[in-house]
């Protein structure tokens, strides 16, 4: 998509230019989003290595720890490269091999992301829990096993966010800012992290994640309708022609809500009958599932906690505080 470079040579020649090329949504739009996807799985990732930390330090391993940073080392390594050679390798191709691979981009970084969204709603609950034994048996095992558990878990949340910003970024301009809030949401999440390790604030994690869980179930529909329309732009999905609705008389796409919407959630004015229905479908489906998960999660542990004589506990919410 040769529409970054210009995006980028524009920005640059103007110096106070607060929009992008071509009247897309505003710097501090794009901005935003990615801040927030970044805090979210900055945050989830600072726990992960928050609980390996605190586990090898109470159990006196502290030899550890450089396994332990030289695995979290190469799992943000490869979580750059990942977002990059995908981003940017798509400037070297046509327009529409570009759009194409864009689309693609954008399924695959749904599809991850709503795994991962739904095994978190669950997995939550117990993942300290599940995080301390892995440890437990990579101590025994090695070095080597201890950084690999430690690259595999921040891994894991690494590639997913990757992704994600992938075909967020694709969708609200292809340029460098949404990188650029990628990185301040994961620095307000490192230091987030350390504060919650010494003690210094208390977070209700258990909210946290749901409500960062629905948003990011918004953003990846946005990203979805957005995959669904390049590929029916190249031709691939039937419909192209066939449109929903369209209010461009009446929503201005340039306006603050507009670029927000846009920028964010990948809001149009003239969206086709395929894109509104996968939306509304994805939502729907989705939300109910991450629900479900919850509450499956919670009932797990109230089992595994409960005492053979006592009665079974209600189905109430359980929030999950400060992991260590």
Do not use: C
């Not at 395929?274 to 489906?285: E, G, K, P």
């Not at 919670?298 to 992991?323: L, W």
Request: cysteine-free; aromatic content about 10%; charged content about 10%.
């Amino acid at each position: 998509m040769d529409h970054r470079v210009d995006y980028i040579s524009a920005f640059a020649s103007s110096g106070t230019s607060f929009l992008a090329a071509g009247g897309g949504p505003s710097i501090y739009t794009q901005m935003f989003g990615s801040a927030l996807i970044g805090l979210r799985e900055g945050l989830e990732t600072g726990i992960v290595v928050m609980v390996l930390v605190a586990f090898v330090v109470k159990t006196d391993r502290r030899d550890a720890l450089k396994w332990i940073w030289a695995g979290v080392g190469a799992a943000i390594a490869m979580t750059l490269v990942v977002f990059l050679v995908i981003h940017f390798g798509t400037s070297t191709m046509t327009p529409l091999a570009a759009e194409t691979i864009a689309g693609v981009a954008s399924l695959v970084a749904v599809g991850i992301v709503t795994f991962m969204v739904l095994w978190m709603s669950e997995a939550s609950s117990h993942i300290s829990a599940d995080l301390k034994s892995g440890m437990s048996k990579a101590l025994l095992a090695g070095g080597a096993s201890v950084l690999g558990l430690a690259f595999l878990a921040v891994g894991r949340e690494g590639f997913e966010t990757a992704l994600l910003m992938v075909g967020y970024a694709e969708s609200v301009s292809g340029g460098l800012w949404p990188l650029l809030g990628l990185v301040v949401g994961i620095l307000a999440a490192v230091v987030l992290t350390v504060l919650i390790y010494r003690g210094a604030i208390r977070m209700n994690l258990s909210v946290f994640f749901t409500y960062t869980g629905l948003f990011l179930i918004v953003v990846a529909a946005g990203i979805l309708t957005y995959g669904i329309r390049a590929l029916q732009t190249v031709g691939w999905l039937p419909g192209l022609g066939n449109i929903a609705f369209d209010v461009s008389g009446t929503y201005d796409a340039s306006s603050w809500y507009g670029t927000v919407l846009g920028g964010i959630f990948n809001v149009r004015p003239d969206p086709t009958v395929l894109q509104v229905l996968v939306w509304i479908v994805y939502v729907v489906v989705v939300t109910a599932i991450f629900f479900g998960r919850q509450r499956a999660g919670r009932r797990a542990v109230a089992q595994r906690t409960r005492t053979p004589d006592e009665s079974p506990a209600p189905a109430g919410p359980t929030p999950e505080r400060n992991p260590q």
